[in-house]
């Protein structure tokens, strides 16, 4: 099944006190060029996750500049998330392959949903579809001539498992073009297919990212359990092993004999669907933490005192420092919201976070725990050399990382893909030695 997302339109003024100048300029111009079409978003949660938080923002803001946009979800049987959970895994480095049983469900279970696409020519002519959860689906669509399919991949492909590549990628030759946040993540195979490199960004004006004032940041972080008297550190994320919780707490503590009273927050509320490890992932890093009171792991959403966009915000408005310790990492959305937020950060030296932050200047990449704990000591030491960095973070992501520009770079490529002539329409998979691919499990990508 496909669930329809209600969401309602946002004037598109509103953004422009935030936007650098000439944005808004042209994305209104491409807009209205592309008023009379149908955009079409799907994605696997409406909840949780970076491309959620992505799609809550932009329907609203695409309806506002008068486009024809909706966002479907897909709704399939609880066993395809542990599949593409692990596809997730495997695409972003973990060893393994996926069995024949786990791909029989994922080919399976897209092509039962992809049922429910059917009539799909009422609903869209361009679709955009979000990460490899609905990558199976497009196969299984009669396409018409006029309608165009891109296929946007969030993860970080920089050194994905080649098993796992070579099983996915003829899945998208059924597109139109491709979506890459990084021009690193673009794995080989693409057999010529048109390939767009668009980062991610934020919603300046969503309850999460209008800066919380710092008192009521205050009562929120100190209703966590917080002594707001003492200095805290945080990192917002999923509790998932490619967000290093054990590295953030390493550092926490590598710091804390610096900075006595020290405190750290971990803000991970699950709510995503889609990740059925996050329970483990809990009760293994509350042992790691070994009944620390000052280590707070937040998770659980029906004790938060505020809605979970208000304390997010307010855990980053209130944290001296941010971390984002990620030893993979598509992009890093929460370490957006932080430098937009003027919080000085710490980010591991991988994927997305590498293109985000300047090293010494708009934050801190470490490739170690012992380095992110010496730079929790530098900047919290020093205040006026946090408050530098904190500033230079916020104009960075005002340059590059705020929603209109990620809304124009799609529209972009959809343009480009409605004007590059006849579209891909249900062709055959190719074989894989006309991807330039090896079936070999030990290629390197
Ligand atoms: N997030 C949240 N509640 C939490 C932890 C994270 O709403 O308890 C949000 C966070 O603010 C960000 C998104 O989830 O907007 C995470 O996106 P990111 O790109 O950092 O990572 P992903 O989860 O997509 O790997």
Not at 3 to 16: A, C, E, G, I, T
Request: charged fraction near 20%; glycine fraction near 8%; proline fraction near 7%.
């Amino acid at each position: 099944m496909f669930n329809k997302v209600q969401l309602l339109q946002r004037p598109f003024d509103d953004y422009l006190p935030h936007l650098p100048l000439g944005l808004a300029d042209e994305l209104q111009a491409v807009a209205s060029n592309l008023h009379d079409l149908r955009f079409v978003h799907v994605n696997s949660t409406s909840l949780g996750g970076g491309v959620a938080e992505i799609l809550r923002s932009m329907i609203p803001m695409m309806r506002g500049l008068g486009l024809k946009a909706d966002w479907y979800v897909l709704q399939p049987h609880e066993s395809y998330f542990g599949v593409t959970k692990h596809i997730h895994n495997l695409l972003q480095g973990q060893d393994g392959r996926l069995s024949n049983d786990e791909m029989d469900v994922y080919l399976g279970q897209a092509e039962a949903e992809a049922r429910y696409l059917g009539g799909h020519e009422a609903m869209g002519d361009v679709w955009f579809m979000h990460d490899p959860q609905v990558l199976p689906l497009s196969q299984h669509v009669q396409w018409s001539e006029h309608e165009r399919r891109l296929w946007i991949c969030h993860l970080d492909l920089s050194a994905p498992n080649p098993s796992t590549l070579t099983d996915l990628l003829p899945l998208t030759h059924y597109h139109d073009g491709l979506v890459f946040s990084l021009e690193s993540y673009v794995p080989p195979g693409t057999n010529g297919m048109p390939v767009h490199i668009i980062p991610p960004a934020i919603d300046p004006l969503s309850s999460k990212n209008q800066a919380a004032d710092p008192a009521s940041a205050k009562r929120i972080v100190s209703a966590l359990g917080v002594d707001t008297q003492r200095p805290m550190v945080a990192q917002v994320s999923r509790f998932d092993v490619w967000k290093d919780p054990w590295g953030v707490i390493d550092a926490y503590r590598i710091a804390r004999e610096a900075v006595p009273g020290l405190q750290l927050v971990y803000l991970g509320v699950v709510q995503a669907k889609d990740d059925p490890e996050a329970a483990e992932m809990i009760s293994n890093v509350q042992e790691y933490a070994e009944g620390d009171p000052d280590i707070h792991l937040v998770h659980d959403a029906d004790t938060l005192p505020a809605p979970v966009d208000e304390v997010v915000n307010a855990v980053q408005v209130a944290a001296q420092v941010v971390l984002q310790k990620s030893t993979r990492e598509g992009f890093g959305l929460s370490a957006t919201e932080a430098m937009w937020k003027g919080t000085p950060l710490i980010a591991g030296n991988v994927g997305g976070l590498k293109y985000q932050i300047v090293h010494g200047e708009s934050g801190y990449l470490v490739d170690s725990s012992e380095e992110a704990g010496r730079y929790l000591v530098e900047l919290l030491k020093d205040p006026e050399l946090a408050s530098r960095m904190g500033a230079a973070a916020k104009e960075r992501v005002r340059q590059h990382f705020l929603l209109p520009r990620l809304l124009l770079d799609y529209l972009k490529a959809a343009q480009a893909s409605l004007e590059a002539g006849t579209p891909v329409v249900n062709s055959p998979v190719p074989a894989m030695q006309d991807l330039g691919l090896s079936l070999a499990a030990d290629g390197g990508c």
